[in-house]
């Protein structure tokens, strides 16, 4: 038994190391949907940005009379020509300018308000799961009363009561999706609250502050940021659905919602007749909202099902 | 021996992972080996040697990110790796079964437990659900599990976790497979259940007559089940041969080095001599008539009481090991002293000074001299953070440390602990499990502490990786001077290791002392047990221990937190019914600081120690029994 146990002459220690047996770390690559996902994505941002300067007509213009100057008998549901590429809308206004000055104020809008929604939903998750007791109660409630409602039929209160503005209208998209934020940054807060590299900080003595932004923010933030672009895409379709009911964005300011709203008698007349004034601008919605979609999906497959698990 | 064909052959296999990003990289690189008929093949090597991946070849299965690139695993002569889907599905159970290594893991939380053993075979239409339920009943019976015929009505939490082991053994024999698998089945258990587990296991194959792969790194456990042993390295196979061979005349460096970092059995003399030089008239830290537990109870009470007047005194430079089995209180205790958990009752003492119970009522001062280094080196550092700062955190916060100074004390520090410099720009996930318990130990030696509260450090790491981090802590304590509190269920790494012992049993103290005098007679009849369970590299340790008196008696039981007399009770060989039931026990102090908690003077306790040690049999304990009972009611 001893003989076995005492390091032998012939014992090279300095041959065996120890095996590492962490995975060599991999980098996000995204599938060739990804790719093109955040192509669509990257054009509508720049489209966002540049579109009113680059857009052929203002968007509130009307189009009354042809290239060659002569004035237009009916010039609303044009069908697209070299004049405007995709038609006139109920009124005679190109479709395409209003697209492009209308992705600024549906992104802009839609994007300030998850900001928004993210400010307030974490502050207050992270608070509720670090507190914990009576504040964790209390917040939790009040979260609950806030997603007890419809968010159309809270949206739609809200409004009547205080008419509708841009600004009303992101602090009302932010508040409402803070609600659901305030939910997933509560339960990811209270997953790392017990993990051991937390209780090692308290151990040390390390304050509330530390705790919150040097252990527990950093591991939460990516599938924060995954939600983040699902959030968005809930609050584009929120701002959409109060356009499209009159509630939204007001006119003259073009928005893709109120487009698709104000359009909707020429889906009637069919392709040939002016479908293509409601039918651009939603498409418009519906590309950007999927492709932001698809890159979630594929971010989340990439991490692996414990994203996925904590997203829903 | 007729020339059988064998069950499961190996030939020339290899395993590869394909990264997105980067050529192939090969795990396993051309292995080969047979298991033949009633023969356990038992794997060694440390973690990321492949042996994990060998044996799941067996069932034609690769981890995600793996893939076969060459050779064939033979199962009855068929192919794993090339079979279809379908033949895969139903080969596995039928013929090959997987036990892994968590059983708790393992079973479903919501299906009690005989749902969950008989599932394959009734999925497979091998057997009706009443046939498959004789069956598991017979394999509850072979492997010794308490109550066949109810314990399938169970759920898995209503059962002890040696136990749901056993269970997981059944649930893979219910088909009768050709081949086991077994994948570090007892790595997470304690050595007295450990004994119980090894003992089902090696009985049940022996009866079932399949054969069986044993992957593990524990030599000591490899010594009383397998015959054959492959020892793997880097996805190689460095030596090959029967147990008695590799075990006792081991040719090939690696496997002699495996063997120096086993540790020796638990015995007197083993330690370093207690050291003088640090020691100072006040212990460093003390514990003083402590009791603590979880919960909100009546009267400022805990509602479950884990520890009960606990004393225990660290002096300064010294090393005390606390050892015990799972849920004892040896992570409580230590949870009190750093103040994580505040004690109900009795006080905690740094240099003398009484420290308020809770944690956030301490000074910054004295939680710097006092630090808690977590068990898990894998959770207990956060992944977004870089070595650099994991471990200058401590040198700014308690120190003020800030800037170039830090960086080179940061680096200072790494070197102490053996961690090369480039580390300190990378984060926990690209290093080993060694590494980052080497980080988990510099960032409570960073703090300059007085003691250091090292909660099972080397419990999840392989032995030779485990036999440095012990290495690095004896010089860090003749460097540093730090006291350890040293919390380990292992007995072997205490003895070697510790200046004092301190042995706890459902919450109170058992025995403490010197280690020398704790490791020799007389011992408290716990911590007779806990020695004799330590498993030795010897073939035939486990039949001679299992004849033992210590084995009989306590190894079956589970510790049972008991509000009168003394805990062991139930499992102590030497116990005097109406007496250690009903009274708690006196302390009696054997040599100077050598304490035992027992109703038998320590004159009796040791004269028990030389009688021969006889076991009754099942017939022979009735007897007595039934004499007892005669006795009572005349």
Redesign the interface.
């Known amino acids: 038994m001893t003989d076995t146990t005492n390091t032998s002459p012939d014992v090279d220690s300095s041959i065996y190391d120890e095996l590492p047996d962490a995975p060599p770390k991999t980098r996000l690559r995204l599938s060739w949907v990804g790719k093109i996902s955040v192509a669509v994505v990257a054009f509508w941002v720049f489209i966002a940005i540049v579109g009113p300067y680059i857009a052929p007509y203002h968007e509130a213009f009307f189009i009354e009379d042809d290239l060659a100057g002569n004035p237009i008998d009916d010039p609303s549901f044009m069908l697209p020509s070299s004049q405007a590429w995709l038609g006139t809308d109920y009124l005679g206004r190109d479709i395409l300018s209003r697209i492009m000055w209308g992705a600024r104020t549906t992104i802009g809008i839609s994007f300030i308000a998850t900001l928004l929604a993210y400010s307030i939903g974490i502050t207050m998750g992270i608070a509720a799961a670090v507190a914990g007791g009576w504040t964790d109660a209390a917040l939790s409630r009040m979260v609950d009363a806030v997603l007890s409602f419809p968010n159309i039929m809270l949206g739609l209160i809200v409004i009547a009561a205080f008419g509708s503005s841009i600004p009303m209208l992101i602090l009302l998209a932010g508040v409402i999706y803070a609600a659901s934020v305030f939910r997933i940054a509560r339960a990811l807060g209270q997953d790392i609250m017990v993990q051991d590299y937390v209780e090692a900080a308290r151990a040390r003595g390390e304050g509330l502050w530390w705790i919150i932004s040097k252990e527990v923010l950093p591991n939460a933030a990516m599938p924060l940021a995954t939600d983040f672009g699902l959030r968005l895409v809930f609050v584009i379709l929120f701002i959409s659905t109060l356009s499209f009911l009159g509630l939204g964005v007001q006119p003259p300011i073009s928005d893709w919602g109120s487009m698709v709203r104000a359009n909707l008698q020429g889906l009637g007349n069919g392709l040939g007749g002016g479908a293509l004034a409601p039918l651009a601008p939603a498409l418009a919605i519906a590309s950007l909202t999927i492709a932001i979609n698809l890159i979630v999906d594929d971010i989340s497959a990439q991490a692996g099902g414990s994203l996925a698990g904590k997203m829903s | 021996m007729s020339k059988k064909q064998p069950i499961f052959e190996c030939r020339d296999l290899k395993i590869e992972a394909r990264?997105?990003?980067?050529p192939p990289i090969p795990i396993v690189k051309g292995v080969s080996f047979d298991v033949n008929p009633g023969e356990v093949v038992a794997l060694i090597g440390?973690?990321?040697?492949g042996k994990t991946t060998i044996s799941l070849a067996s069932l034609g299965y690769t981890k995600p990110?793996l893939h076969f690139s060459g050779g064939e695993a033979l199962l009855l002569g068929k192919d794993m790796i090339t079979i279809d889907a379908e033949e895969k599905r139903l080969r596995r159970g039928e013929h090959v079964a997987y036990l892994a290594q968590s059983a708790a893991a393992t079973f479903n939380p919501a299906l009690k437990i005989g749902e969950q053993v008989t599932e394959s075979a009734v999925l497979h239409g091998e057997m009706s659900q009443e046939a498959a339920n004789i069956r598991a009943e017979e394999l509850y019976n072979a492997l010794e599990l308490p109550d066949p015929d109810r314990i399938g009505g169970r759920y898995p939490h209503q059962v002890s976790g040696g136990q749901l082991q056993r269970l997981m053994a059944a649930m893979a024999l219910v088909e009768k497979p050709s081949l086991l698998v077994l994948d570090e089945p007892t790595t997470a258990l304690d050595v007295t259940t450990q004994i119980e587990v090894l003992k089902a296991f090696k009985k049940v194959i022996e009866e079932e007559g399949s054969a069986a792969i044993y992957v593990t790194h524990d030599l000591a456990v490899v010594a009383q089940i397998a015959d054959h042993i492959v020892v793997l390295?880097?996805g190689e196979v460095m030596e090959q041969g029967p147990v008695e061979e590799i075990?006792?005349r081991?040719k090939h460096?690696?496997t002699?080095?495996l063997?120096?970092a086993?540790?020796?059995?638990p015995e007197a003399g083993q330690g370093i001599a207690t050291s003088k030089e640090h020691m100072r008239d006040v212990p460093a830290l003390q514990v003083k008539n402590v009791s603590a537990g979880y919960g909100r109870g009546a009267n400022g009470q805990p509602a479950v009481k884990v520890l009960r007047d606990i004393n225990v005194s660290v002096e300064r430079g010294h090393v005390v090991g606390v050892i015990g089995e799972s849920g004892c209180g040896k992570s409580t205790l230590a949870r009190v002293m750093?103040?994580?958990l505040p004690a109900s009752e009795g006080e905690v003492l740094l240099d003398g000074n009484v420290l308020k119970p809770a944690?956030q009522d301490?000074a910054?001062d004295e939680?710097q001299l006092v630090?808690?280094v977590?068990?898990?080196a894998d959770?207990?550092?956060?992944?977004?953070?870089t070595i650099g700062d994991i471990i200058g955190?401590?040198l700014t916060?308690y120190q003020g440390i800030t800037g170039r100074e830090r960086r080179e004390k940061v680096l200072d520090i790494m070197r102490m602990v053996e961690l090369p410099p480039e580390f300190e720009g990378r984060q926990p996930?690209?290093?080993?499990?060694?590494?980052k318990q080497r980080v988990n130990l510099a960032?409570g030696l960073a703090?300059n502490p007085e003691v250091l509260l090292c909660d099972e450090v080397t419990s999840a790491l392989d032995t030779?990786?485990g036999a440095?981090v012990i290495k690095l802590l004896e010089r860090l304590r003749k460097e540093t001077g730090v006291s350890f509190v040293f919390i380990s269920h292992d007995l072997s790494t205490v003895s070697s290791f510790a200046d004092e012992i301190v042995v706890l049993y459902a919450g109170r103290v058992v025995e403490q002392g010197p280690v020398d005098e704790v490791l020799s007679p007389p011992f408290h009849p716990y911590t007779r047990l806990l020695i004799t369970s330590v498993p030795?590299?010897?073939v035939g340790w486990l039949e001679d221990t299992m004849e033992t008196r210590e084995a009989a008696a306590g190894i079956a039981g589970a510790v049972e937190i008991t509000e009168v007399g003394c805990p062991f009770f139930n499992r102590c060989p030497l116990k005097i019914d109406g007496v250690c039931d009903t009274q708690a026990p006196p302390i009696r102090q054997h040599a100077k600081g050598h304490q035992i908690a027992c109703h038998h003077d320590l004159d009796e306790i040791e004269e028990s120690e030389h009688q021969p040690q006889k076991v009754l049999t099942g017939y022979e304990r009735a007897l007595v029994d039934e004499e007892a009972a005669k006795v009572t009611k005349a």
């Open positions: 990264p997105w990003d980067a440390e973690s990321g040697s990110g390295y880097s075990i006792n081991p460096a690696y002699k080095r063997m120096a086993v540790r020796p059995s750093a103040g994580l944690l301490r910054r939680l630090q808690f977590f068990q898990m959770t207990a550092l956060n992944p977004r953070q955190r401590p916060f996930a690209e290093l080993s499990g060694g590494q960032r703090a030779i990786v440095n030795e590299m010897r």
